[in-house]
T-cell receptor
Framework: LAKTTQPISMDSYEGQEVNITCSHNNIATNDYITWYQQFPSQGPRFIIQGYKTKVTNEVASLFIPADRKSSTLSLPRVSLSDTAVYYC???????????FGAGTTVTVRA | GAVVSQHPSRVICKSGTSVKIECRSLDFQATTMFWYRQFPKQSLMLMATSNEGSKATYEQGVEKDKFLINHASLTLSTLTVTSAHPEDSSFYICSADRDSGTEAFFGQGTRLTVV
């Protein structure tokens, strides 16, 4: 499984956009990029998944450059409830044996 | 979305006793389920892969005789922590894959405290 590197923590304020960049230099051709969100004492929750270019859903956008060696999760207009740990994972779409890195703790302040 | 349910959500047990945690896929069949452990302020660590109808596959360093996994049906996997010790206190999380999808679905986790 490709190793990922992301910032340990990020602080933001309500209403701002938060962008978390994840590096995955060794991503393989068949690998997808998936982001999960985890609140304290809860299991991770799927946010978004992509392979290349840009993916958008109702909660976030995922930007992936052409070389796919990094990706950026964009959370628009965050609220206090977006305070959580965000994990970037890289792996084959059929491989659910997930290897979690340290994740990014996002703290949203009023 | 698919739902994976864990039970219990929280359990306290005495040292030396065994605790069973259930993981159920409520609206889909899961050939494979995964068990993770998470200590405070740390990331999830994969413990084992649970395969329906066959033996579980354990990650390096995880004692298979201590963490018994049974995947008797396509919707249920159980993790039994045997002869629990205080150092086994942790947050245990299961996940399941749905063959037609591309994402893993996680249970809500079980907080185990061994006293």
């Amino acid at each position: 499984l490709a190793k990922t590197t992301q910032p340990i923590s990020m602080d933001s304020y309500e209403g701002q956009e938060v962008n978390i960049t994840c590096s995955h230099n060794n991503i393989a051709t068949n690998d997808y990029i998936t982001w999960y969100q985890q609140f304290p004492s809860q299991g991770p929750r799927f946010i978004i998944q992509g392979y290349k270019t840009k993916v958008t859903n109702e909660v976030a956008s995922l930007f992936i450059p052409a070389d796919r060696k990094s990706s950026t999760l964009s959370l628009p207009r965050v609220s206090l409830s977006d305070t959580a740990v965000y994990y970037c994972l890289v792996g084959d779409s059929g491989d659910y044996k997930l290897s979690f890195g340290a994740g990014t703790t996002v703290t949203v302040r009023a | 979305g698919a739902v994976v349910s864990q039970h219990p959500s929280r359990v306290i047990c005495k040292s030396g006793t065994s605790v069973k945690i259930e993981c159920r896929s409520l609206d889909f069949q899961a050939t494979t389920m995964f068990w993770y452990r998470q200590f405070p302020k740390q990331s999830l660590m994969l413990m084992a892969t649970s395969n329906e109808g066959s033996k579980a596959t354990y990650e390096q360093g995880v004692e298979k005789d201590k963490f018994l996994i049974n995947h008797a049906s396509l919707t249920l996997s159980t993790l039994t922590v045997t002869s629990a010790h205080p150092e086994d206190s942790s947050f245990y999380i299961c996940s399941a894959d749905r063959d037609s999808g591309t994402e893993a679905f996680f249970g809500q986790g079980t907080r185990l405290t061994v006293v």
